[in-house]
């Protein structure tokens, strides 16, 4: 089924230094699309380099300069009736205006539809449109706040991808703004996440939109090798930021008297804190904090190093690909019950942790682990490869979300 069109709505990719795993399902989609336009919202920290794409694929400039960059007022005489009927409608339906903090937030992403309605690129795009074309937007924030403003008439489906921080309010202090018009408006809402779609059924049980879970995934570099010296060696990879909790895991070498290694990738504004608590751990515990490690690099380094366990303590998630990648490299899990992850994390391929997990009983998972025998340890290897393959595989998936659009469309 040839002659469809995707327009590809990103955060900053091919701009930015993360999203890299969207080179992986853009491999796929070119299989199924004719013309495939990339539309960044923003240039993520990077305005000059951004990464190679197919020939075949064209990219557009960046929406805006800075996604954190304040929106302008608007005056209200260049604002549509439309416009205030549906602004007036969300600040007032939504009871935003008894919260100072809610009030700028809808002042804020008022300001940005506004911007997008009237965007050159956005109204080429909708020019360029036809009933062949999927508007597809992989972050529930963002740009995705122009669909209750497209004509049937001129624009193919409407696809929306929802993750964590995009999806759950209670990431976002209670509030998203005009939520419950873009659950009214698309076509398809696809949650990465049995828990995101538990979350979405609860809480706007009335939407219009049809909502089915679309997990994301990533391609794997190859497997991990195991320790063979006694030494456990464990790997954590994110930001460094709070919700993170990555002290959680320093407190817990603290506990643990066997011999162990621990690398953590990733940087963020926890490093001089997490360095100068890692000063104090005992002797028989050695650490190493990478400092950034581009995305398209993890998984090298997975394969390239001994790696016994992989450890994620977030208090939040969708469905982490830290440890989908962890799993394309053959790498037990242990993690926390938050978000979707229980959905690919149990007993077979590591440990689910609560997400009260306390440092006490974080060392005792890495011991317990320690202990099993080879064969014991080497059967959590393999089951969490089977993992990967039979659930976190981005062409599978990818696959499977490509012939969902084709359908849509």
């Known amino acids: 089924m040839r002659g469809h069109k995707l327009y590809y709505f990103t955060h900053s990719f091919p701009f930015g230094f993360g999203e890299t795993w969207k080179s992986n399902e853009l491999d796929v989609f070119r299989d199924y699309f004719d013309d495939i336009v990339i539309v960044p919202y923003c240039h993520g920290g990077n305005p000059t380099s951004p990464q190679p794409v197919a020939p075949s694929v064209q990219v557009t400039a960046p929406l805006f300069p800075d996604a954190d960059a304040p929106a302008a007022p608007r005056r209200l005489s260049s604002v549509s009736l439309r416009e205030v009927r549906y602004f007036g409608r969300e600040l007032f339906a939504t009871r935003a205006f008894l919260s100072r903090r809610n009030i700028e937030k809808w002042r804020t992403a008022s300001s940005r539809i506004y911007d997008l309605r009237r965007h050159p690129t956005m109204t080429r795009l909708i020019e360029e449109s036809d009933a062949s074309t999927t508007w597809y937007f992989y972050w529930g924030r963002g740009s995705c706040d122009i669909i209750p403003f497209l004509s049937r008439a001129r624009v193919g489906k409407t696809i929306v991808r929802m993750h964590g921080y995009d999806l759950f309010e209670y990431r976002n202090d209670g509030y998203i703004p005009y939520r419950r018009p873009l659950l009214d408006s698309a076509d398809l809402i696809a949650p990465s996440s049995q828990a995101g779609l538990a979350h979405l059924k609860q809480h706007h049980p009335n939407a219009k939109a049809a ?42 070498l603290r506990l643990t008297r066997i011999p162990v290694e621990w690398t953590h990738l990733g940087d963020g504004v926890l490093m001089h804190q997490c360095r100068r608590l ?9 650490c190493r904090f990478a400092g950034h490690v581009t995305p398209r690099d993890v998984l090298p380094f997975f394969v390239s190093n001994p790696i016994d366990l992989f450890v994620n303590v977030s208090s939040t998630e969708g469905l982490p690909f830290s440890v989908m990648e962890a799993f394309s490299a053959g790498i037990p899990v242990l993690a926390t019950d938050v978000g979707g992850t229980a959905e690919i994390v149990d007993h077979t391929v590591g440990r689910i942790l609560p997400e009260t997990v306390t440092p006490e009983l974080l060392s005792g998972a890495f011991c317990e682990f320690h202990e099993r025998t080879p064969a014991q340890k080497q059967q959590l290897r393999d089951a969490a490869y089977r993992r990967y393959s039979t659930s976190c595989d981005a062409r599978m998936l990818t696959a499977n979300m490509a012939r969902t659009l084709v359908g849509l469309s």
């Open 211 to 252: 909502i089915a879970v679309q997990r994301c995934g990533t391609v794997g570099h190859g497997r991990a090798r195991a320790s063979a010296d006694g030494v456990l060696r464990i790997v954590s990879c994110s930001s460094l930021i709070p919700l993170k909790r990555v002290e959680i895991v320093i407190d817990a």
């Open 278 to 286: 890692a000063e104090s751990l005992p002797s028989n515990v050695r």
